[in-house]
């Protein structure tokens, strides 16, 4: 069964760090793009960061560049989105996708207060 599921959210003050996850099953990541995207309460979703490791590709948003790393581990076969001097505005529900396998994982919330 392919499949993704996201963990490491939690609540964090201004200034911390959260690493989050985005575990593939039946799929090998290194394959294909994968996609971080957030949504806040009342917004429109908001693509955070991607990679695709067989292209050599790491991108990442104005908003969260310099503060965020998207990286791989290809042998727990898991995405991870490393997240540095957090702040109010990160806070959000951040999903992984895959776009061309049709895959999104259920999110995790982040909450970036003091």
């Known amino acids: 069964q392919v499949q993704l599921v996201e963990s490491g959210g939690g609540l964090v003050q201004p200034g911390g760090s959260l690493r989050l996850s985005c575990a593939l099953s039946?799929?090998?990541?290194?394959?294909?793009?994968i996609n971080w995207f957030r949504q806040a309460p009342g917004k429109e979703p908001e693509w955070v960061s991607n990679?695709?490791?067989?292209?050599?590709?790491?991108a990442y948003a104005d908003s969260v560049k310099g503060r965020f790393t998207i990286s791989g581990d290809h042998v727990k076969n898991t995405v991870f989105l490393q997240m540095s001097s957090l702040k109010p505005g990160d806070t959000a529900v951040y999903y992984c996708?895959?776009?061309?396998?049709?895959?999104r994982g259920q999110g995790t919330q982040v909450t970036v207060s003091s």
């Open positions: 996708d895959v776009p061309s396998l049709g895959l």
């Open positions: 039946g799929v090998t990541f290194n394959n294909y793009y």
């Open positions: 990679i695709n490791p067989n292209r050599g590709v790491r």
